[in-house]
């Protein structure tokens, strides 16, 4: 079942495109990872989503509903977090988190709230305006999780949060998968990513450039082959495939390409192999390779 669609959408501030012909399917109990660097498009899709902004042209949707027509309407069904979350300076944290909770209509599970408290080692007590960005942060996503929704939209959630409340931030959208929420998660963290995310779609400059789940993109990646053979092999180097050599002796350390990979074992193997080492592609691999050399442009 598709809870959002996103067809064809295209955003231009001025002689500026944002976003050209981006489209995106996050189904039922998936967790989306969209990522990109800043002034990719990330941040302005996620504000067309939520309604913030009216999109040129093309269509989002969510639970087949307009998202700039029928935004009220969706809103009861979603959490969101920001990636930078302004407070009420004068309030304090737990009366804050009680805001947003009532502000989104939902039932309050007052033992679940203070479970995410604990859990996130967070004070609602103190002031907002003595809390550091992790700590605005944690108000935010205490109260998006503390309450169901259908879909959560998560734009760069963890940032200022430390590597201890990350890991229990990555507990909270798993818990949501399992209780068959979606959850769409813009984040710059590829590891959080390729963790947590069933599908992925990285945006250069306005455009959806790949997409799919992890394992169907890193057939695009290349792979670390560690090799120690009994003979050297003088013309590693001319095999089709083979990227960034580092040799010493008969120890051979490089990059295949995933087409090219079992050509490549077949050749060394003619060598005598005492020693094969292999490190599947990462999402930073897929993603650096994408973006290695190219510079983007515009605002986020």
């Known amino acids: 079942m598709t809870l959002l669609q996103v067809s064809q959408l295209t955003k231009k501030f001025g002689g500026f495109t944002a976003l050209d012909g981006v489209n995106l399917t996050v189904n039922k109990g998936e967790i989306y990872g969209f990522i990109g660097p800043n002034g990719a498009g990330k941040s302005t899709t996620i504000r067309v989503l939520l309604g913030l902004l009216k999109s040129t042209s093309g269509t989002a949707k969510i639970f087949g509903l307009d ?74 996503l205490i109260a998006a999780f503390a309450a169901d929704a259908d879909l959560y939209i998560l734009d760069e959630p963890t940032s200022g949060l430390d590597p201890l409340m990350e890991r229990v931030f990555q507990s909270c959208v798993l818990e949501a998968k399992e209780a068959g929420s979606s959850v769409l998660l813009s984040s710059h963290i590829l590891s959080e990513v390729e963790r947590l995310c069933d599908r992925v779609a990285i945006i250069r400059e306005g455009q959806i450039i790949e997409s799919g789940s992890l394992a169907e993109l890193r057939h695009l990646t290349r792979i670390q082959l560690s090799v120690e053979t009994k003979r050297a092999i003088d013309d590693i180097a001319s095999v089709k495939g083979v990227h960034d050599l580092e040799a010493k002796e008969n120890a051979y350390t490089f990059q295949v390409d995933g087409e090219s990979l079992g050509e490549v074992i077949r050749y060394v193997s003619d060598f005598g192999v005492k020693k094969l080492e292999s490190a599947p592609p990462t999402l930073e691999d897929l993603f650096m390779r994408h973006y290695e050399g190219t510079q983007s442009e515009g605002g986020k």
């Not at 809103?75 to 944290?93: C, E, F």
């Not at 479970?115 to 809390?131: E, S």
């Open 67 to 140: 998202a700039w027509e029928d935004a009220v309407e969706i809103h009861k069904k979603i959490a969101y977090v920001p990636g930078d979350v302004n407070l009420w300076p004068n309030l304090t944290g737990g009366e804050v988190i009680d805001l947003f909770l009532k502000m989104r209509g939902v039932t309050v599970d007052s033992a679940r709230k203070e479970k995410l408290i604990k859990q996130f080692d967070f004070d609602p007590t103190k002031k907002c305006r003595t809390y550091s960005k992790g700590n605005r942060q944690k108000v935010a």
